[in-house]
T-cell receptor, first 109, second 122 residues
């Protein structure tokens, strides 16, 4: 099972929106509505941000939203803030196993 | 509040076996959730290692399957990772985690341990 493909980096100014794509296959992202997203600040454990493609756990700001079309899932951060600067990883269930994305560094300019 | 805490040696010699334990608090190891291990080599991305259920059922990353065992200890409310024949490529931060599953939704990690760096070196 190959890692899901994410852009290496994206950037935006405070207040802008950025979107991170996560491309898999018909065996993972395309097969299940079980895509989750994680935020990881340097030296820290990942933080759970989105589950079931577009659901937000309690405590996650509504600036974070998720979607999926075919084999590609996306995470959008609206109203970018300085504290959003971090690495972001998608993850998909793939039938008895899980596959993570390659990771995207979000830079707030 | 669910908390997970990894423990184990920070240094393992090549060809030896890496053993880690994850102590769980705030949830029962016998709940409906699965218990997972994820690793992250220095400067690289996350890699799913595998998961186990309290029944003894386990699922593993195909690339590691021949070397990995994940098991639960119900008496101590903890679970463990065992990785044999390690090489320098197994040097990574190892995270234990809870994979959520209930009647409404499954298949996502909702709680993570802080992670522990394991270095493979002689």
């Amino acid at each position: 099972q190959s890692a899901l493909t994410q852009p290496r980096s994206v950037s935006g100014s405070p207040g802008q929106s950025v979107t991170i794509s996560c491309t898999g296959t018909s065996s993972d992202v395309g097969a299940y509505n079980s895509v989750s997203w994680y935020q990881q600040h340097a030296g820290r454990a990942p933080k759970f941000m989105i589950y079931d493609v577009s659901k937000r756990p309690s405590g996650v700001p509504d600036r974070f939203s998720g979607s999926k079309s075919g084999n590609t899932a996306s995470l959008t951060i609206s109203g970018l803030q300085a504290e959003d600067e971090a690495d972001y990883y998608c993850c998909s269930y793939a039938g008895g196993l899980y596959v993570f994305g390659t990771g995207t560094k979000v830079t707030v300019l | 509040q669910v908390q997970l805490q990894e423990s184990g040696p920070g240094l393992v010699k090549p060809s030896e076996t890496l053993s880690l334990t994850c102590a769980v608090s705030g949830d029962s190891i016998s709940s409906s959730n699965w218990w997972s291990w994820v690793r992250q080599p220095p400067g690289e991305g996350l890699e799913w290692i595998g998961e186990t259920y309290h029944s003894g059922t386990s699922n593993y990353n195909a690339s590691l399957k021949s070397r990995v065992t994940i098991s639960v200890d119900k008496s101590k409310n903890q679970f463990s990772l065992r990785l044999t024949s390690v090489t320098a490529a197994d040097t990574a931060v190892y995270f234990c985690a809870r994979t959520h599953c209930d009647s409404t939704s499954c298949f996502y990690i909702d709680y993570w341990g802080q992670g522990t760096l394991i270095t493979v070196s002689s």
